[in-house]
């Protein structure tokens, strides 16, 4: 049976890739192929970038007011809402995750949408007082140019929508690059913003190897700005070739967030809210709550309770209503969070629970949800990210050395704070060096609320006011209204 073939979106149309070549993308349930997508190759690179650059330059889409693109935008929160279900179930066939979830996270899509609609023609600059005598001196915020988006397999439409409507509001275009495991939602998505009455142009998509096309994308010099979200090591390697040429990025990259268990918390929120920010998504998220310190006079208590949610989770097909774990993206993420396990055992760690295939599912990318006590902060466990269903246990006695161990890491994209002390959640949120803290709650994000990580977790903000001025530039005009002879710079008074 031949599978169905996704093609490029370019310049507002399907496009065949330029090698005729296309790839299969594997379901993770079963481990086989179940469409194929265009193997974008230089001349589809090239191409979509000229849409971007002329739709930015020359189109209609150059000329259109910031209220303009507002109205644009709501008209495709609208589309995109339409068809929310539908994306969810093709997300969930390509990465695994479940489908109910899918579905909450794409109904709130147009959320992102709306909120940068309605921030479009918001954007100000300033007028500077007091620069000279009879002069004045006002900025202009101005958009990019053509903006490359670069996305993992995770979320892809989320994360394809926290570049998309920032970007596109403040009067960018973009080529989206999602990642080549999960092409189909996205392309899908490029062509309803033709839907919803953009130019051809402003957006277009193109599926392929990162490996490949990666650096023809960042490289080339009509990209204003590179929007990744992905790996550590391919985030740096982004901002190496992008700094060569002086162009601008930001970057959403890998965590290993600690969660911080108080004896004064509430033990059930507690396990409810460490068990979904490790094993929901089976822990391939990139804020997942990965490094578990428990207070030792409470620690025994927290695991007996987290080991147990674990053991009750219901593991089978994400399409399936009752699951509540699916597989893991493809094998090769597979081996990777069972070889993280294997030498976190090898290196002390002790398995109370998980760690294997679960029984009865044989094929497919399955795991089982994984605690891991007996954990110390240097283990590779506790400081590499495995981005799978496994969480490792570390006890502390005081706030200050659990402040010193949690910071005590590469990367800083979010951290949990349980406890009822609310002078100690203010302080701890203080101190922590993560980018997103949660007190008493794990994993909320919204549209309005700025996110992202320091250090090695990344650079610049997605959603929130800020996230718009990210994909501007700030232009400083002076004006002389002195209607005198200009001072002669070079005739000085005796
Ligand atoms: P990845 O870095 O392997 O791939 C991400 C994207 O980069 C894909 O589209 C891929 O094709 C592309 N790519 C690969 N090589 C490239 C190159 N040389 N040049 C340009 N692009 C290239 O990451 P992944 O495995 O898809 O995703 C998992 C990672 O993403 C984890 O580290 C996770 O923490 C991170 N992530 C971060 C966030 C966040 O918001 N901070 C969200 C989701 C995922």
Redo the contacts with the bound molecule.
């Keep these: 049976m031949s599978l169905t073939r996704h093609r490029l979106f370019i310049d507002g149309e399907w496009i065949e890739p330029a090698e005729a070549s296309f790839f299969p993308s594997e379901n993770p349930v079963t481990g086989e192929p179940w469409y194929e997508a265009a193997r974008a190759t230089a001349p589809d690179v090239d191409a979509a970038i000229t849409a971007a650059h002329t739709a930015f330059t020359r189109g209609p889409w150059s000329r259109t007011t910031p209220t303009e693109r507002g109205q644009m935008l709501s008209r495709l929160a609208d589309v995109v809402a339409s068809h929310a279900d539908e994306l969810a179930e093709i997300e969930a066939r390509d990465n695994g995750k479940l489908l109910r979830e899918m579905k909450a996270q794409l109904r709130s899509l147009p959320d992102y949408f709306r909120f940068y609609a309605g921030l479009a023609d918001k954007v100000r600059g300033d007028l500077i007082q007091g620069v000279a005598r009879d002069a004045l001196n006002y900025t202009l915020r101005e958009p990019l140019g053509v903006v490359v988006a ?6 892809p439409l989320y ?1 394809a929508a926290m570049k998309l409507a920032p970007a596109l509001a403040m009067g960018n275009t973009v080529v989206l ?5 999960t092409s189909a939602a996205s392309l899908l998505l490029a062509s309803y913003f033709t839907e919803a009455g953009f130019p051809a142009g402003v957006v277009n998509a193109i599926s392929g ?3 490949e096309i ?2 023809l ?2 490289d080339d010099p009509r990209v204003a700005k590179v929007a ?8 740096r ?2 901002a190496g070739r992008a700094g060569e040429r002086l162009a601008k990025v930001s970057l ?4 290993k967030s600690p969660s911080i268990v108080f004896p004064d918390a509430n033990f059930d929120n507690v396990a409810t809210g460490v068990v979904a920010g490790v094993f929901a998504a089976a822990g ?4 997942s709550g990965s490094r578990l310190f428990v207070h030792s006079s409470v620690h025994d208590e927290i695991v007996a309770r987290i080991v147990e949610r674990a053991r009750a989770i219901t593991i089978g097909d994400p399409l399936e209503s009752e699951t509540e774990l699916g597989p893991l993206v493809n094998g090769a993420q597979h081996a990777h969070v069972t070889r993280c396990i294997a030498q976190g055992v090898e290196e002390g760690a002790v398995v109370a629970f998980g760690g294997t295939r679960p029984d009865g599912f044989d094929r497919g990318w399955y795991l089982e949800p994984t605690v891991l006590t007996g954990v110390t902060n240097d283990m590779s466990v506790a400081r590499t ?1 495995i ?1 799978g269903p496994v969480l490792s246990v570390i006890p502390f006695e005081t706030e200050e050395e659990v402040l010193e161990m949690a910071n005590d890491s590469e990367f800083g ?1 979010a951290a949990g704070i349980w406890t009822s002390d609310l002078s100690r959640a203010h302080r701890m949120a203080a101190a922590l060096d993560a980018g997103i803290v949660w007190v008493n709650t794990y994993r909320n994000e919204s549209a309005l609320s700025p ?3 320091f250090k090695q ?2 650079i610049g903000k ?1 959603n929130g006011i800020e996230a718009i001025l990210e994909y501007s530039r700030l232009k400083s005009v002076w004006v002389n209204y002195d209607d005198g002879d200009l001072a002669d710079p070079f005739s000085y008074p005796g």
């Design positions: 670069i996305t993992a397999w995770n979320s994360l690059k999602p990642s080549e495991y190897h990162g490996r990666g650096d994308l960042v990744f979200t992905g790996s550590t090591p391919v985030g390697r982004i959403e990259l890998g965590g391939q998220m990139c804020t990210e981005f994209l996110f992202g990580g977790s990344g997605e």
